[in-house]
């Protein structure tokens, strides 16, 4: 059964931290891994993985697939209070393009 | 402005009436998909739809209906059937169901049934 597991579940770090998210998946068909963020409602697009080792990258963000290894990580460098969220990791399997989430990141930035 | 808009955003129901939610769409995307969140959970695919006139069971599709009469509209029954009806629901689309498209989500309905 293809799955998705996201660690830690929850984390609270202070304004400036440097957080990694962790990504693993074990999939039959794997075609992309894509990072959501979620603030109370619509969950918002962050990033689309397909290729190994290629740093997608945006401000003060960044992710990376390794697909060997079968995971990937989200880096959030020099965290503000604003990055509080949970972060949704989901991987695309097959042709039908929906999507397998992962249970989910909670992040806390403190002041 | 383009987007995916759901209705309501809130919504109250006693045990066993049916209820249906609406999702409508301007993005011009052949691909529509239902998700279900419940608290401190991932997000769970209950239907989705490829093209007008079709759609495919998910992995929670158990007391929930679906049509997909017009491309710009998915609207999601919860049946009575459906045990643990309360949550919160995610519409959601993509230019069609390939692999490498986005999908982007509606702002989501919370559905209480009491």
């Known amino acids: 059964e293809d799955k998705v597991v996201q660690s830690p579940l929850s984390l609270v770090v202070h304004e400036g931290d440097t957080v990694t998210l962790n990504c693993s998946y074990e999939?039959?068909?794997?075609?992309?891994l894509l990072w959501y963020k979620q603030e109370k409602k619509a969950p918002t697009f962050l990033f689309m993985l397909?290729?190994?080792?290629i740093e997608k990258k945006s401000g003060r963000l960044s992710s990376i697939l390794d697909k060997k290894e079968l995971f990937s990580i989200l880096n959030i460098t020099a965290t503000q209070t604003g990055d509080s969220a949970v972060y949704l990791c989901?991987?695309?399997?097959?042709?039908?393009?929906?999507?397998?989430f992962g249970q989910g990141t909670t992040l806390q930035v403190k002041p | 402005d383009g987007g995916i808009t759901q209705s309501p955003k809130y919504l109250f129901r006693k045990e066993g009436q049916n209820v249906t939610l609406s999702c409508e769409q301007n993005l011009n995307h052949d691909a529509m998909y239902w998700y279900r969140q419940d608290p401190g959970q991932g997000l769970r695919l209950i239907y989705y739809s490829q093209i007008v006139n079709d759609f495919q069971k998910g992995d929670i599709a158990e007391g929930y209906s679906v049509s997909r009469e017009k491309k710009e509209s998915f609207p999601l029954t919860v049946t009575s059937a459906q045990k643990n009806p309360t949550a919160f629901y995610l519409c959601a689309s993509s230019i069609d169901g390939g692999p490498g498209n986005t999908i982007y989500f509606g702002e989501g309905s919370w559905l209480t049934v009491v």
């Open positions: 989901a991987f695309r399997g097959g042709n039908t393009g929906k999507l397998i």
């Open positions: 397909t290729s190994s080792g």
């Open positions: 999939v039959t068909n794997f075609r992309s």
